[in-house]
């Protein structure tokens, strides 16, 4: 059970070390989405003498957090236009992709849903243009993979999920 704790406590730092990187990497955040928890972990504790087996720990999202993900449950929220507002449906008649690796093209860094190929599109305030079509990342298999076109808070494809990237159109092959 002691070790369980400590296990959980650093699973607690880890995570409040990722929020504050986060955090750090985001223009102007407000104080209250910086500093407000975003859940607590509630345990029931027993005696140590008891010979029943404590119940894993529940994570719980605090309350004002489940009141803003119930209004913006896909939608992330847009700082300050600094983060490009996330897609809340996709076109489930668009065809789904994994994109290749820039640098290792054998490797697939994400799958996703290939939405568009007008060259016209703008995805990060920037036209796609001949060489990339606009891919709505869902699954990231290689979380720290640099976007080609890095926009806002993104920088990798870990920070992507959930949002469209523009990706070279020669890396994006059919599922």
């Known amino acids: 059970m ?3 704790m400590l296990w959980l406590q650093s699973i607690v730092a880890q995570l409040q070390e990722t929020l504050a990187t986060m955090a750090s990497n985001c223009p102007s955040p407000t104080a209250n989405q910086v500093a407000a928890p975003v859940f607590s972990i509630s345990v029931n504790r027993q005696s140590s003498i008891s010979s029943h087996v404590a119940p894993s720990p529940e994570v719980v999202l605090a309350p004002h957090i489940i009141d803003s ?10 700082l300050e236009g600094s983060m490009p507002k996330r897609r809340k449906t996709v076109n489930n ?7 290749k690796s820039a640098s290792k093209p054998e ?3 994400a799958q996703g849903t290939l939405l568009n190929k007008n060259s016209s599109t703008k995805v990060g305030g920037f036209e796609l243009g001949a060489a990339f079509w606009e891919v709505h990342v869902e699954v990231p298999f290689v979380v720290e993979e640099p976007l080609m076109r890095p926009y806002g808070c993104y920088r990798t494809i870990g920070d992507a999920v959930g949002s469209s990237v523009a990706w070279l159109t020669s890396l994006v092959v059919d599922m």
């Open 69 to 78: 993900t119930q209004e913006n449950n896909v939608q992330a929220r847009n």
């Open 93 to 99: 008649s668009c065809h789904r992709v994994l994109s």
């Open 2 to 4: 002691q070790e369980e």
């Open 107 to 109: 490797i697939t860094v």
